[in-house]
């Protein structure tokens, strides 16, 4: 019987499954650790044995991040036992009612304001503001009534970490799982597990300690350590791939970011390949000093055309927007458009400054960024960028190295990041 639970479930989970539930349940830690697979079951488990006309909600950054993290997986553990709607955000587990909400604002407290619910699943609790949790609680009123929510760590000042796991007041079960917990991935596909182990490790700093060593720690010091290391591996002298092909890119994107009186305009230039395999800075520029509309325009339309001249194409253009940007992308466009250019420029996605950094972090380790080497704005950057003491999960912006440029970068693939986004450097 015992050998049958181990083939099934991981120690750390059978200790989970096994142990007395409190009113919060918090399973933090590495990523692929199993902390949703093993929540999710002891979930369905403990709605299944609440009265039958008691309301449950699930929760998780978006109804779509939700849906992606767990209601696939939960319908996997239970089969036909759960069914849902994401469009009408309802679902029923063991014949209970599930509300579904995403709770990415502080809005969004107010879409549960009414409800009265026997329990509550928040998947990447961080995610979430405090003010709608502070809310699901007050709303979790019927006997016997719990949460269970999975996230991977923090800052040490989040307040999950302050307000949860700190706090001595409040009844609650905190699990904290590391990567290697996960005993059957390691077992069954040990490839993948290793890769991505190692993947974080020469990321190194902040994420290998959050993602998997599963600890609550500052972003600190150097950000992206492996170019810093070792910027050869990453800069190439021209864009051709391992056998000395020029490489026809998929998309080539310009990103820009507007200078305002301390700094300066940059438009970094990023090819990425077929598959979204690969992603090169080909080519930036630098303007210095006050620009009139007209002069950005132009030296816009000249970037445009030496781009397209070299990589037959230029696909997108991303610009930084807020304050006046939007204005000066308007007025863009309109040249682009009396000047007969065959672009349109879009609004950058800004994402979260933290995603930005792990997708390149990510694309470093996976062995999948390359950078010309007379990009040197871009190239500096790399080298000094550091995160800012004593703050949350923020990259020092004070005039010591050119941050814009590496906005302007990340303004040229935020909008791909989901394509771009692997576990592990992929094969084709
Ligand atoms: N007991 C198990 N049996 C089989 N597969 C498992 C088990 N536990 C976890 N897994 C698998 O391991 C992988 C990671 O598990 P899971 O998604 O639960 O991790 P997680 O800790 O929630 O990770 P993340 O922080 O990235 O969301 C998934 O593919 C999951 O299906
Ligand atoms: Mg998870």
Redesign the pocket.
Known sequence: MSKKIN????PK?IDFMLADDKVINL?T?????????????KWAIFVATMPENSEFLMTGKTITSLKR?CLG?LQ?LVGNNFTYSTSQKIGLLFGRKIWLEGANDERAESKIRGMTLAGAYV??LTQIPFEFYSMLLSRLSVKGAKLYA???PDSPTHWVKEMIIDNDEIEKAIWT?TFDD?E??KR?NEDYFNNLKQQYQSMGGVFYER?ILGLWVMAEGIIYKQFANNPDMFIRDEAVDKNGNKINFLIVSIGIDYGASQSSTAFKCTGITPYFKEVWTLDEVKLEGVHTPEQFYEEFVKFYYKIVKKYNKCTHAFADYGSLGQVITFGLNRYLQQHNVPLQVQDCVKGQIIERIELDCQLFAQGRRFILKDCKHLINAYKQAVWEDGKIDTRLDDNSYDVDSLDAHEYSIFSFYDKLVTDIKPYY
């Open positions: 083939d099934m479930l991981n989970q399973l830690g590495s990523v692929r650790s199993g902390k949703t697979y093993v929540s999710l079951l993290n997986l996997d998947d990447e999975t996230t991977n799982f996960n059957i991935l069954e993602f």
